[in-house]
């Protein structure tokens, strides 16, 4: 019977070769990253235009367009309290060519509206670009000086003194929710359509109490109009310092802010969502950009997908328990 001969293998060779198929993948997701972007970007900001998530949001596109030395241009995908906005991203291609730019209403969708998705599952976090606290302000004949003083008025008449906000589920309201919610007490809610005949019903006398953006606050507060008695941060404003934290002011532990950041699809190359958040966090830093984070009463955060993370799970935890304990639903 004749001898069959077997053919050698050069072992070593083809574990050379199977060690470079494995890292064929990793090597060209970075080598994808170090040429992206090679087209235009999409930034999907799920409000209408002029606001403040808006305004930062387009000025992050046009920074991230020099840096990158491609166009990152801004659409504005509005309704549903951002909802809209955020189903177009997590429904696009993970490749970096449509992001995301929201605010606090990321982290409240979830209890607020009936979504098809887990955003924390179909999102993944680049850079916080900034917040922008909420200040607590009374109309100045409500005889008070301090949130601790206001707490007590309060619980003297419970559900009468009235709190003007921008309607069910927005950045006002919970945050007056919240207030309530931790100092044991009950406003008597009066819904508007928007933040600015809210702050009107109060500067006229009609309404008590208001919880406000700081660029809508202030000019009333330096013209006498209102009453500031809190900021809604671990730190006083450099806009405002000497109106105290609301912390301070009579209610520790109290934190309510519009913030504002960066995301993309889940999915999205590790190494593109790094590229992005390096320059994110470097224009955070920029003279001119702080400049104009200056005017719309936003403090520059500049933080990376991890940190981000970390406070994102703060957020939605907070306000899913300020959500279910006050009972809040949305219409429709």
Known sequence: MPTMKLKSFNLPGILMAFTLLLAAPATSAWAAA??????????????????????????????LSERLGKQFFAENRTGAGGTIGMEVVAKSAPDGYTLLFHSTGFATASSLYKLGYDPMKAFVPIALMGISPVVLAVHPSVPVQTAKDLIALAKQQPGKITNANAGVGSFTHLSSELFQMMGGIDFMSLQFKGGSPAMT?????????????????????????????GY???????????????????????????????????GTPPAIVDKLSRE??????????????????????????????????????KWEKVIKARNIKVEG
């Open 34 to 63: 170090d040429d992206y972007p090679t087209k235009p970007v999409r930034v999907i900001i799920p409000f209408a235009p002029g606001g403040a998530t808006d305004i930062v949001g387009r000025l992050t596109a046009t920074k």
């Open 201 to 229: 019903d109060v500067i006229g006398g009609h309404s008590k109490v208001v919880f406000g953006s700081i660029t809508m606050t202030l000019p009333h507060v330096r013209a006498g109009k209102l009453k500031a008695l």
């Open 232 to 266: 809604g941060w671990t730190s006083r404003s450099k806009l405002m310092p000497d109106v105290p934290t609301i912390a301070e002011a009579g209610l520790p532990g109290y934190q309510s802010a519009i913030w504002l950041g960066l995301f993309a699809p889940a």
């Open 280 to 317: 994110a966090v470097a224009i955070t830093k920029m003279d001119d950009v702080v400049k104009v984070f200056d005017t719309q009463g936003t403090e520059a955060m500049g933080l990376g997908p991890a940190d981000f993370l970390k406070f994102l799970e703060g957020e939605i935890s």
